[in-house]
């Protein structure tokens, strides 16, 4: 599933080849996509798009009646496809004023919900503190830990309702680098691992965002991100060469070095 690198990756591009354009009309082939009729969402996502952000694991578009938040679920691509440029059949595409059109593509478990100012306030608020926020401090992030003492680091790395935008992907690969097994809970963490493990949920993250995202996920032009995670999916532990080992943590894969991330 993309995460938060991804679909900042998705943001950015979002500003800088869509804001400014229109919606003149939408097709949906996945109509449990949507969060209204056809009808009232083409009337509803009709006009400029005035802005994009990120929440979380979502690319929101501001639009003039307002917020449609575009969440690819566990596979889906967003594409962007000039005038008259060929397109593959999409689960949900947005037609531009100038033809251009922005596709999202196989998407399973995803949605592009169409949120009034009050519910995108209400969504918004839902999720906890975002990473590369500046008040994302070391201060915030241990009142996370204290919040939930018995949490597990992976599990509390994942909540959204505590931080924003971290899956299974990225929390493995920010507890390789701070030399912390999966299963600590957070109130066993000692000051110096705690200051780690913010330092390392802050730069993993934003050296993924600097490479395009993971190099499964692909960008608005097709082009795939150039982040290799290190540990997760893999059998080798990239610092000693050992075998990785793998766990359920709450329902959730964890890849973890035993001997780098010992308990």
């Given at each position: 599933?993309?995460?938060?690198?991804?679909?900042?990756?998705?943001?950015?591009e979002l500003k800088d080849r869509i804001v400014g354009k229109a919606i003149a009309d939408v097709d949906c082939s996945q109509?449990?996509?949507?969060?209204?009729?056809?009808?009232?969402?083409?009337?509803?996502?009709?006009g400029?798009?005035?802005?994009?952000?990120?929440?979380a694991k979502s690319a929101i578009l501001t639009l003039e009646q307002g917020n449609l938040w575009l969440h690819l679920g566990l596979r889906g691509e967003a594409r962007y496809f000039p005038s008259g440029a060929q397109a593959p059949t999409a689960s949900i595409t947005f037609h531009l004023e100038d033809r251009a059109r922005l596709a999202?593509?196989?998407?399973?478990?995803?949605?592009?919900?169409f949120?009034?100012?009050?519910?995108?306030q209400s969504r918004w608020n839902q999720f906890g503190i975002d990473p590369l926020e500046p008040d994302f401090s070391l201060h915030a992030f241990r009142a996370v830990l204290q919040s939930k003492p018995r949490l597990d680091v992976k599990g509390l790395?994942?909540?959204?309702?505590?931080?924003?935008?971290?899956?299974?992907?990225?929390?493995?690969?920010?507890?390789?680098a701070a030399r912390l097994h999966p299963a600590r809970t957070a109130d066993s963490l000692a000051d110096?691992?705690?200051?780690?493990?913010?330092?390392?949920?802050?730069?993993?993250?934003?050296?993924?965002?600097?490479?395009?995202?993971?190099?499964?996920?692909?960008?608005?032009?097709g082009?795939?991100?150039?982040?290799?995670?290190?540990?997760?999916?893999?059998?080798?532990?990239?610092?000693?060469?050992?075998?990785t080992q793998v766990a359920k943590f709450r329902g959730r894969t964890a890849y973890f070095c035993p001997q780098c991330q010992a308990r």
């Open positions: 599933m993309p995460e938060l690198p991804e679909i900042e990756t998705l943001s950015r109509p449990k996509m949507i969060n209204l009729t056809l009808q009232d969402y083409r009337q509803r996502v009709h400029p798009i005035v802005g994009a952000a990120r929440r999202l593509i196989g998407v399973f478990m995803g949605h592009a919900h949120w009034s100012p009050e519910e995108h790395l994942m909540e959204q309702t505590l931080i924003a935008g971290i899956g299974n992907t990225y929390s493995d690969e920010i507890l390789l110096e691992e705690s200051e780690r493990l913010h330092t390392f949920v802050v730069s993993v993250l934003k050296e993924a965002v600097r490479l395009g995202g993971e190099s499964s996920y692909v960008d608005l032009d082009t795939h991100g150039r982040y290799q995670p290190s540990i997760h999916g893999r059998d080798r532990c990239p610092v000693c060469g050992g075998s």
